[in-house]
C-alpha cells in the first residue's frame, strides 16, 4: 500500500509540472543508460548499483501507468515502445562491456544471442497480436448504373456500430488500442491502456501467463538478479533460456486466446 501511495504521488507530481508521459519514459532511458554504465564495471559494486537503477527504470514506468492526463494516441504509444526497446539494448552493451572488461571470451556472441532471442521473441508474439484484416465485398454493379464509390468502385470499410460507438465512448482514437496490444505483446510495461475488473482467478492465471511470456519488466528482474549473483554470462544465458520459454509458451498457448 505504502508502494501505491508513492506512485500516485509521484504521478501527481509530475502532472503538476506538467511532464507528459512520454516525458517520463525519456527519464526512464536515461536512468537505464546509467544503469548500464554501472554493469560495465564487472565488479559486485557496480552489478548492485546497477540493479538499483534497473528497478528504478521499473518505477519510472509504475508512475507513468498512473498518470491520468496527457496523451495516450497511437503516437505516443509508439514513442513509449520506441524509447522502451531502445533502453533495453543499451543495458544489453553495458553487460556485455562489462563481461569483456571482466576478460570473459565470447562476450558480445552471448549479447547478440540474446539479442537474436529477444527479436524471435518479439516477432512472434507481436505477430500473434495483430488483428486479422478485415474484407468488405464490393456491391454488385450491373450493367448500365453508376459505380457507387468512386471512379474504381471500390468499397472502403467503416467500422461496425459497435467499435464506433466504443472508441467514442472511451474518448480514444483509432488504432490505440491495436497499439497497445501490439507494444504489450512486444513486453513493453504498460503504455496507459484503460482495462476493467477481472475475476481473481483469472487475474492470477494471466500475471503467470505474462511472466512465462517474459516481458520487459521480467527480464529486467531477471537481469538484476542474474548480474547480482553472478555475471553478464549468466545473465545473457537467462534471458535466452527466458526467450525460449516464451516463444515456447506462445505456440502451444497463445496470450491472445488466454486473454479471451
Known sequence: MAEGIVVRA?????????????GVTRVGVVVAAIAAVWFS??????????????????F????????????RDVLTLWTVSMAAQFREYVVY?????????????????????????????DALLVARAAP??????????????????????????RPRDGERSEG??????????H????????????????GGAVPASF??????????????????VVIAVAATVGDARLAFVSLIVGCVIAITGELVAPTSEVRR
Do not use: K, N
Open 132 to 157: 486479422p484484416a478485415r474484407w468488405t465485398q464490393p456491391p454488385l454493379v450491373l450493367p448500365g448504373q453508376r459505380r457507387p464509390e468512386g471512379l474504381q468502385g471500390a468499397s472502403v470499410p
Open 41 to 58: 564495471r564487472a565488479d559486485p559494486t557496480g552489478a548492485i548499483i546497477g540493479s538499483l537503477f534497473l528497478g528504478l527504470v521499473l
Open 10 to 22: 509521484t504521478a501527481r507530481m509530475f502532472e503538476r509540472r506538467y511532464v507528459t508521459r512520454s
Open 93 to 121: 552493451v553495458g553487460l556485455a562491456f562489462g563481461a569483456a572488461a571482466a576478460g570473459h571470451a565470447g562476450a558480445w556472441g552471448w549479447a547478440a544471442g540474446a539479442l537474436i532471442a529477444l527479436a524471435l521473441r
Open 179 to 194: 497499439a497497445a496490444e501490439v507494444a504489450r505483446a512486444a513486453g513493453i510495461p504498460d503504455t496507459g491502456e484503460a
Open 168 to 177: 467514442a465512448a472511451s474518448g480514444r482514437p483509432a488504432g490505440a488500442d
Open 60 to 71: 519510472c514506468d509504475t508512475v507513468r501507468s498512473r498518470m491520468r492526463s496527457h496523451r
Open 203 to 220: 487475474s492470477l492465471t494471466l500475471s503467470a501467463r505474462r511472466i512465462m511470456a517474459f516481458e520487459q519488466p521480467t527480464r529486467f
